[in-house]
C-alpha cells in the first residue's frame, strides 16, 4: 500500500527516503552494473578497431577510472585497458596501491595485467568472459596478491559476445 507523502512527518518522510535510497544502492551499485559500465568502455574499443576489452575501477561505489584497449592507437603492446585503469586510478587517488578498489574487466587479464594488479596490491577483480588462450588462470600457479578477491563470470555472454562479433568481422 503507498502512502501519500503529504501526510507524513518530517521523521516518516526522512525514513521513506532512507529505505529508497537503500533500495537503490543495492540496486545500481552491483557487480552487473559496473560490468555493464565496463562494457561501454569495450565498446568503445570496438567502435575504433581495438580489441574490445573495457575496464573501470571502482572505489567505495565511486567510479574513479574508465578504461579501454589502446595497443593499436598507441602502438603500445602493453596499452591494455587493466593498465590504463590501474595508471588512471593511482593518479586520480594520489596513491599506487588500490587496496579499497574493485577492477571490473570484461575478460580475464593476461599474465601481464595479473602482475599489474598484482603490484596494486588491488583488493578485488571481477571479471566477465574468460580468456581460454593467454588468460592469466591457464598458469595454474598464484599470480594475483594474496588480499586480492576474484570474481569471474559476471555478464560473461555479453562481454564474450562482443568479443565474438569483433574477430568475426575483423575475419571477414
Not at 501526510?7 to 532512507?18: A, G
Request: charged share 25%; net charge negative; glycine share 6%.
Amino acid at each position: 500500500m503507498h502512502k501519500n507523502t503529504e501526510n507524513l512527518s518530517v521523521k516518516e518522510t526522512l525514513l521513506l527516503l532512507t529505505d529508497k535510497r537503500k533500495a537503490m544502492e543495492q540496486i545500481v551499485f552491483s557487480d552487473e552494473y559496473f560490468m555493464n559500465e565496463a562494457l561501454k568502455e569495450a565498446n568503445k574499443a570496438f567502435d575504433e578497431g581495438e580489441v574490445p576489452v573495457g575496464a573501470i575501477i571502482v572505489c567505495k561505489d565511486h567510479i574513479v577510472a574508465r578504461a579501454y584497449n589502446l595497443t593499436e592507437t598507441l602502438n603500445d603492446v602493453t596499452a591494455h585497458a587493466e593498465m590504463q585503469a590501474f595508471t588512471a586510478a593511482a593518479n586520480y587517488l594520489g596513491s599506487k596501491y588500490l587496496h579499497d578498489c574493485t577492477l571490473y574487466i570484461t575478460l580475464e587479464p593476461c599474465l601481464m595485467c595479473a602482475g599489474g594488479a598484482y603490484w596494486t596490491q588491488i583488493g578485488r577483480i571481477v571479471y566477465g568472459a574468460d580468456d581460454e588462450k593467454r588468460g592469466f588462470s591457464l598458469l595454474k600457479v598464484p599470480v594475483l596478491h594474496p588480499a586480492t578477491q576474484l570474481e569471474k563470470g559476471i555478464l560473461a555472454k555479453a562481454c564474450s559476445h562482443l568479443m565474438t562479433e569483433f574477430f568475426q568481422r575483423k575475419r571477414s
